[in-house]
Nanobody, 132 residues
Framework: QVQFVESGGGLVQPGGPLRLSCAAS????????IGWFRQAPGKEREGVSCISSGEGSVFDADSVKGRFTVSRDNTKNTVYLYMNSLKPEDTAIYFC?????????????????????????WGQGTQVTVSS
């Protein structure tokens, strides 16, 4: 019933762009904070970007700040991650997740920062490979 489906990944050369999509079904994203995460083999899961409900305020990890932009289209129940100036170290599986708690990305008790909040639902991810 409750499901996220990510799409848009693929092979891209360094410096290139990709747009990832996260489509939700079984529930609405209108009032939910959505986080994008990535995980590469041998590395810990990393929070990439978070977008709040409402006005859509965003939080970006330092590693992607200025290169990635997260947005949402509530009419389509979809969240996007626009990726530019991709680097080989961006290679990972990217997935989206509905964050437990309030619909904003700021720190909140008892969870802490957005990337430490539990997931209410998440997708299986889409592979992004950055290579010449």
């Amino acid at each position: 019933q409750v499901q996220f489906v990510e799409s848009g990944g693929g092979l891209v050369q360094p410096g290139g762009p990709l747009r990832l999509s996260c489509a939700a079904s079984g529930f609405t994203l209108d009032y939910i904070a959505i986080g994008w995460f990535r995980q590469a083999p041998g590395k810990e899961r990393e929070g990439v970007s978070c977008i709040s409900s409402g006005e859509g305020s965003v939080f970006d990890a330092d590693s992607v700040k200025g290169r990635f932009t997260v947005s949402r289209d509530n009419t389509k129940n979809t969240v996007y991650l626009y990726m530019n100036s991709l680097k080989p170290e961006d290679t990972a599986i990217y997935f989206c997740a509905a964050l437990e708690g309030p619909g904003y990305c700021g720190p909140v008790s008892p969870y802490g920062i957005w990337s430490d909040r539990p997931f209410g639902a998440w997708g299986q991810g889409t592979q992004v490979t950055v290579s010449s």
